[in-house]
């Protein structure tokens, strides 16, 4: 008795087989010779954090293990040096808040202009629009002679509202994407069942939309932790200042110890790697969620 072939078990050409085989082949290459161009830089600055000055001075990072020779010694010059230390916790009280502040302004104003019908929300989305293509550089000395006015400049408020300023933009075309991707019957149920637009946002469209949120949340972060320009204009308090700024210094004392500048600059990379790959199951997802409407 012979066989019924379904449409999903149609039998596959072997020409065509060979093909599907190569193309995946050819896929699997290219990927991974693009992981070793970008991982190479990082692995050789990690190796260079760990070997003494002389090693690093008399031979390249690929030699280190003909004879290995490796010490912590670096981090502990690094972390002791010039207050490393304490602007390693001043990253982490800049970037908290300058990233939970975004994800939660950039939310409600995104349903808002998603699912709240109001005069003006046409022109509203065509500015943040807008806003997106202003660089920031032509933004600061107006803000600064505001932010001087206000006795804001040097004081961690004031780092918050520039970071949370300058992120809102993106913040808000990115959700406002995601939450308009939504299906529209949940809430129009809800609506029905009599709950008001704040039990909606905060009981429907922000547990469905925790892969957004977590992508967000790794664009600033990252954004934040990184930046040096908005550090070094508006936190002018040395005691106050993050890691980045203090790399730059430890580059104006130290240029040529090379084992203190790997250690400070692996330090400094470690954490937004820690938390990119902590949530990386949920960007993707949340990049690629609100591009397609159904």
């Known amino acids: 008795m012979a066989a019924i072939v379904t449409p999903t078990q149609q039998v596959i050409p072997p020409r065509k087989r060979r ?11 290219t990927l991974f010779v693009l992981a070793v161009i970008w991982l190479t830089p990082s692995v050789g600055l990690l190796i260079t954090s760990f070997r003494p000055r002389e090693a690093i001075a008399s031979s390249g990072w690929w030699t280190a293990f003909t004879p290995a020779r490796f010490t912590f010694e670096n981090y502990a010059l690094v ?3 010039q207050g490393m230390g304490d602007s390693f916790l001043n990253s982490f009280k800049i970037t908290l808040p300058s990233t939970f ?3 939660f302004f950039a939310s409600i104003a995104a349903y808002a202009l998603a699912w709240v019908q109001f005069r003006g929300r046409n022109v509203l989305q065509l500015v943040i629009l807008a806003l997106l293509v202003i660089p920031i550089q032509i933004t600061l000395v107006p803000v600064l002679q505001f932010f001087n006015q ?4 040097g004081t961690y408020l004031g780092i918050w509202i520039a970071h949370t300023a300058y992120g809102m933009p993106f913040a808000i075309y990115l959700l406002t994407n995601f939450f308009s991707s939504l ?11 009599g709950a008001n637009h704040w039990v909606i946002f905060s009981r ?12 967000l949340g790794i664009f600033q972060f990252m954004w934040v932790w990184n930046d040096l320009l908005v550090a070094l204009i508006f936190m002018s308090d040395p005691a106050s200042q993050p890691v980045t700024v203090r790399i730059q210094a430890l580059l104006g004392t130290y240029a040529t110890e ?37």
């Not at 500048?261 to 199951?281: G, T």
């Not at 960007?283 to 609100?290: E, M, N, P, Q, Y």
């Open 183 to 193: 299906p529209r019957e949940i809430l129009e149920s809800a609506k029905i069942d």
């Open 204 to 215: 429907i469209v922000i547990p469905l939309s925790v892969p957004a949120l977590a992508s």
């Open 258 to 294: 090379w084992h203190i500048m790997s250690a400070a600059a692996f330090i400094s990379m470690s954490i937004p790697l820690m938390v990119f790959f902590a949530l990386q199951r949920y960007f993707v997802a949340g990049l690629t969620a609100g591009a397609v409407k159904t």
């Open 79 to 81: 972390l002791n040096a």
């Open 101 to 103: 502040f975004p994800l």
């Open 150 to 153: 206000f006795k804001l400049t």
């Open 19 to 29: 093909k599907i085989a190569v193309s995946r082949w050819l896929v699997h290459v």
